[in-house]
């Protein structure tokens, strides 16, 4: 499984656009990339999946450029509400063995009013 | 929007007793795991079951623990002598398949154990 660096800690305001960036400089050309947010003494909540390009849905939009060694969760106009943890994971999809999820430190961020 | 829902909230035990932690994943999910995290830790990847057997175990993951779906909607995890390092809180989560879809997780059991 590709090995992921993301920052530790962010600091927003309310109403701001958050950018968190996720580096996987090995991942592999069946690799998904996934993220995950987690809200203190709650379980992670999946936010958005992408292979290639760009996603989006009502939460986030993921920014994934041509060659993949990278990611940006983009998060816009942020509450008080998105202060959590969130997490970047790239893995395989499927075929037993492979569905288990590897939580790294994840990037904690938070949002000020 | 369906849920996993996981019982007891608050698990409080003493060393070397056993505990069983419930689980009631997505009625219409084939995929069932849980992970743990310690306090101010990762969360980590214990087991994952499909078809009525463990597909994956993670290191931790020893003799002391053990998984069931006893019926047709319950998941649960078993650790037979609980130790203090066992405290933490135990994440169940379902997925519909293993290929490429989310998994869903419950709130989770605190497990403290005295």
């Known amino acids: 499984l590709a090995k992921t660096t993301q920052p530790i800690s962010m600091d927003s305001y309310e109403g701001q656009e958050v950018n968190i960036t996720c580096s996987h400089n090995n991942i592999a050309t069946n690799d998904y990339i996934t993220w995950y947010q987690q809200f203190p003494s709650q379980g992670p909540r999946f936010i958005i999946q992408g292979y290639k390009t760009k996603v989006t849905n009502e939460v986030a939009s993921l920014f994934i450029p041509a060659d993949r060694k990278s990611s940006t969760l983009s998060l816009p106009r942020v509450s008080l509400s998105d202060t959590a943890v969130y997490y970047c994971?790239?893995?395989?999809?499927?075929?037993?063995?492979?569905?288990?999820?590897?939580f790294g430190a994840g990037t904690r961020l938070a949002v000020h009013p | 929007e369906p849920e996993v829902t996981q019982t007891p909230s608050h698990q409080v035990t003493q060393m070397g007793q056993e505990v069983i932690l419930r689980c009631v994943p997505i009625s219409n999910h084939l995929y069932f795991y849980w992970y743990r995290q310690i306090l101010g830790q990762k969360v980590e990847f214990l087991v994952s079951f499909y078809n009525n057997e463990i597909s994956e175990k993670s290191e931790i993951f020893d003799d002391q623990f053990s998984v069931e779906r006893p019926d047709g909607s319950n998941f649960t995890l078993k650790i037979r002598s609980t130790k203090l390092e066992d405290s933490a809180m135990y994440f169940c989560a379902s997925s519909l398949t293993d290929s490429n879809q989310p998994q869903h997780f419950g709130d989770g059991t605190r497990l403290s154990i005295l």
């Open positions: 994971l790239v893995g395989p999809p499927g075929n037993g063995g492979y569905n288990k999820l590897i």
